[in-house]
RNA sequence: GCGGGUAUGGUGAAAUUGGUAUACACACUAGAUUUAGGAUCUAGUAUCUUUACAGAUAUGGGGGUUCAAAUCCCUUUACCCGCACCA
């Protein structure tokens, strides 16, 4: 009977969703399992061959905890707020909301082939209001908080204002970016418009003027994913970086609290280490550094080698830093200085690996030698909106050297570096001769003594941006009141229907689209969004045109996953006892500092309002490695835009060129473009010049991961067509360990393909199912409980490629034996599910049961029962293995010793020599020593 | 530049976590079967020496620890991934 995996797939996959099989309800008496993929983001490409490799292994671990008696929840859904769906509907003209729909629909499709025992009932999506309509909430409550260093917590802007008003902030200990004191008088007698400025430096969503990327000809804010070499993929147009007020949310507030949350959960130790060193904290000193022409005022530069201190030759205030907002620093340079600066700087483009920097005029003097050194503004060294000066050491900092040498500026070496554990300090008056660890203490003893400088502890996590220039996300609830932000609690604030292109490329300022909207401005009266023409600023008001970036969706979706059809709340107290936090998170490594960063950091602060109960969001995660496949490249000239065969690029000449990546689609004959088709593929492909090699045009490949922006994707869907689902599944974890990368290769499949074959015939004779109703004998027993073991303790390790192994090796070893019990077989076919199990429910329905077979409990293991007395024991000569002996594993060292040299065929091989020693490891293996 | 990871036959990979290296597959070779095959079955398949028996050498390269190393330590090379380019 032939293997129809058509037919069997396909009827399983309606009898899963007709009964419901997979749908799970809080059921107090079994302890429950929350198995979470990483959210998808249905792109109009669709699901590639690498997506699966997450959903399979969690779903063979999801049937595997189910089958020991958890109640596992295993939702899905989809991420669908965000930019590729928009730039897609830019050029297709499709309206984003129909466009998600359609993608959402098509990895629908695609992923309920692969058989994954997700609850669909879960199922839920970002950009439905019914979901945004909490995040919006969210925000709300964020904006209407402060940080309580005291307490370690988030509480309402209404405790602080109260205090405000009855002692001034005194007595605060608040996270907080605003360092003036007040008192309660000086409070009260504020505009409200300068309360609200102050509160927003205590606010954990707030605004402040942060960068973007800026291009002029696109007309648009770009992502860095958007940008190569510093200039536009798209068109390769140059990019500026503009600073604009944004939305940010205080997560600085929480870095000490992200740092500790890392002992308590259990993650893979890179992951950890990227994220320690995504937050990291380095306790250094802060150095004040007078200005000559003021000695009163100071810059207060932090470092972690303050040994290097007489080295300092120049002064660097970041571009982007917040410093050149403050007062303080316009006394340094004026304000129409700055402006002009930055305008000068903004010009010269803002590649950071070019060299620009510009000299203020201004020195400050050397707190130890009191030497006048040279402040400079530049973004080449570090922009960072948290710093407010960096102190350059040329001698010993390679970017510093490079900017010194281009502005003239003194180079001093301070280090004597002789290896990587022999540094001492020179030309450093009392700190010479030291070694670092020394040089630190000392020089940190004096500084401090002498009011030179002070402790201090930095992070580098930085608040994140929540403002996007973009339709496609979540509008954000707040409306101006005279340039007051207030917010909008009726719920949920709905996007405006736009007309397409709703972006016109021709603005010239930077804008996000909702600027253009028609239907957008806020009639406080009567608490409903109306036409921008009626804004008068007395009851009618402008709206927030920035909308949320995608990974706020994304923060807290595994909460909802455990109540998602709440119209009340977003999540209810009694369900999120039971399902708490997620016990098992699956997903890729490059979410290792963004989103896993984010997630904590919302789920933190909705545990200081109490709103839920746990500290961290998932208890353990495993990444799955990347699959990796040639990309295809194409050169453009960055001046003159044409495009270059490869085979003529001179190597030379490179920089001139930037990469672009192609579609692998079109590409014939290993690295052939084919020039008529990539033509259509975009517009400015169409327009431009293609220079070519006798006739043919071809294109680098390199091996890069497989990823829709980069336009190398598979598609899985003619796998699953040639082989079905089940041949799919387990081919991808036959590809080796889940968390290492692997290089794409249908190559192998035939072997997964003709194997569920065999098990498929092994169940049927002649054409008719036949299963031997006799018990097994002990050694069929033996072998059934070693591969059910081996298989328990591979699933419990991760380890999803070794089951199949030996899933081969026990069907082939039952084959030999002609093996066709019952008992051998029932088994079997329930590990055997966990990986392809539309052939193991026909075959379990086969077998007669009437029950699906994911409700069947993990197969006992009795293997105890029948262990062997004896021991076959390797023997090895000085380490290399020759034979085996066998001895009674309750046989004592000594008296196998005896034996061994007794032994005619161990005196054959010692030849006459004597053995030096003897090494018994008992039940595991002897080496004999000559 | 910094941080993280990987390396075992022609290919994907196993190795009870320091104890018989290359299980299980793919591919290849030979044979059987079928009108034929991309189907099925059997045997062989790390490299070198050897007709064979057998022996030697092999886990990216070099060194070390150990009775014993793919596994631990030092060093080095290549490739992949990430980046807020630590100043």
């Known amino acids: 009977m032939e293997y129809n995996f058509n037919k069997i797939e396909k009827k399983w996959q309606i009898y899963w969703k007709k009964k419901k099989i997979f749908n799970k309800k809080i059921l107090y008496k079994k302890k429950k399992y929350y198995i979470l993929n990483m959210f998808p983001y249905p792109s109009g490409e669709g699901l590639h061959v690498g997506h699966p490799i997450g959903y399979i292994a969690s779903d063979i671990y999801a049937r595997y905890k189910n089958s020991q008696g958890e109640n596992v929840i295993n939702p899905i859904g989809f991420d669908s707020f965000g930019l590729p769906t928009e730039q897609y509907s830019i050029q297709t003209g499709i309206h984003p909301n129909i466009m998600t729909k359609i993608n959402i629909k098509r990895y629908k499709i695609q992923l309920l082939r692969l058989g994954i025992s997700f609850d669909w009932d879960r199922e839920l999506n970002t950009s439905d209001s019914t979901y945004f309509k909490w995040t919006q909430w969210m925000f709300i409550k964020m904006f209407n908080s402060w940080y309580d260093k005291k307490l370690e917590k988030a509480r309402s802007i209404k405790i602080l204002i109260n205090e405000f008003n009855f002692n001034g902030n005194r007595n605060i200990n608040a996270f907080s970016t605003f360092k003036k004191r007040f008192s309660a008088d000086e409070w009260k007698k504020k505009k409200n418009f300068e309360k609200e400025k102050i509160l927003q430096n205590y606010r954990i969503a707030f605004l402040s003027k942060r960068s973007v990327n800026w291009c002029p000809k696109l007309g648009t804010v770009l992502a860095n994913d958007e940008i190569k070499e510093n200039l536009s993929k798209r068109g390769g147009y140059p990019v500026y970086k503009k600073r604009m007020l944004q939305w940010s949310l205080r997560i600085s507030a929480y870095s000490e609290r992200l740092l500790n949350g890392l002992n308590k959960v259990n993650y893979p130790d890179n992951l950890k280490k990227s994220q320690k060193s995504w937050i990291g904290k380095e306790s250094g000193i802060k150095i004040f550094f007078s200005l000559e022409k003021n ?75 009191k030497k006048k050194i040279p402040v400079y503004i530049s973004s080449f060294i570090k922009d960072d909106y948290n710093l407010n000066s960096i102190m350059c050491v040329p001698a010993h900092e390679i970017k510093s050297y490079k900017f010194a040498k281009k502005f003239g500026i003194k180079i001093l070496e301070v280090l004597s570096i002789k290896s990587s554990e022999k540094i001492f300090c020179i030309n450093s008056s009392f700190l010479n001769g030291l070694n670092l660890k020394n040089s630190f203490f000392f020089i940190k003893k004096i500084l401090l003594n002498k009011n030179f400088g002070k402790k201090s502890i930095s992070f580098k996590l930085k608040d994140a941006v929540f403002s996007r220039q973009r339709y496609w996300g979540e509008p954000i609830p707040i409306y101006y009141e005279n340039n007051i932000p207030k917010t909008i609690n009726k719920l949920p604030l709905l996007l ?122 998932f208890k353990k995660i495993i990444n799955q490695g990347m699959i990796l496949v040639k990309s295809a490249i194409i050169y453009r000239n960055k001046k003159k835009k044409y495009y270059i065969s490869y085979s003529l690029l001179n190597l030379k000449k490179k920089n001139d060129f930037q990469k672009i990546n192609i579609d692998i689609k079109y590409i014939k004959n290993k690295n052939e473009v084919d020039i008529e088709k990539i033509k259509t593929w975009r517009s400015e492909l169409n327009n431009s010049k293609f220079i070519l090699d006798n006739g043919k045009f071809t294109c680098n490949r390199i091996l890069e991961k497989m990823s829709k922006s980069k336009y190398n994707v598979i598609n899985p869907d003619f796998i699953y067509n040639k082989y079905g689902a089940d041949t799919f599944r387990m081919y991808e974890m036959f590809l080796g360990p889940l968390e290492k990368s692997k290089i794409w290769n249908i190559k192998n499949i035939d072997g997964i393909y003709n194997f569920l074959k065999k098990f498929w015939n092994f169940f049927h004779k002649k054409g008719k199912f036949y299963v031997d109703e006799n018990y097994p004998s002990k050694e069929e027993l033996e072998i059934l409980y070693k591969t059910i073991k081996k298989i328990k303790n591979s699933l419990e390790s991760f380890s999803f490629n070794i089951p199949i192994s030996e899933f081969m090796i026990f069907l082939n070893k039952l084959i030999r034996m002609k093996c066709y019990k019952r008992q051998i077989l029932e088994p079997i076919t329930i590990l055997f599910s966990f990986y392809a199990p539309h052939i193991s429910e026909e075959i379990w329905y086969k077998l007669g049961k009437k029950k699906s077979i994911y409700f069947a409990n993990f197969p006992k293991n009795n293997l105890n029962s029948l262990l062997e007395k004896y021991f076959n024991y390797p023997v090895t000569f000085n380490g290399k293995f020759r034979f085996k002996i066998k001895f009674k594993k309750s046989e004592p060292i000594q008296k196998i010793e005896k034996k061994l040299l007794n032994n005619e065929k161990i005196i054959l091989f010692l030849k006459n020599k004597k053995p030096k020693k003897i090494f018994i490891i008992l039940n595991k293996i002897i080496n004999i020593v000559f």
């Open 496 to 617: 405006p229907y736009m007309d397409l292109p709703y972006m016109d490329i021709s603005h010239n300022e930077i804008n996000s689209p909702l600027t253009r909207a028609k239907f957008w401005a806020w009639d406080k009266k009567n608490k409903k969004i109306v036409y921008t023409n009626l804004i008068n600023k007395k009851t009618i008001f402008p709206l927030e045109t920035n909308t949320m970036p995608s990974w706020a969706g994304s923060s807290w979706y595994y909460f909802r996953y455990m109540d998602p059809k709440n119209k009340n709340f977003f999540l209810n107290k009694r369900k999120e006892n039971y399902w708490k936090n997620v016990d098992l998170y699956v997903g890729g490594i490059e979410h290792a500092t963004g989103h896993l960063i984010y997630a904590r950091f919302w789920h933190k602060f909705l545990k200081d309002y109490g709103l839920v109960n746990s500290e961290e969001p």
């Open 295 to 369: 000695e009163k005022i100071k810059l207060e530069i932090f470092t972690i080698k303050p040994y290097m201190l007489f080295g300092v030759t120049f002064i660097i205030i970041p571009l982007g830093s917040y410093f050149l907002e403050r007062k303080k620093i316009t006394n340094i340079v004026d304000k129409q200085y700055i402006n002009d600066v930055k305008k000068y700087l903004l010009n010269f483009s803002l590649k950071e690996k070019e060299i620009s920097g510009i000299f203020t005029g201004n020195y400050v003097l050397h707190p130890l030698t």
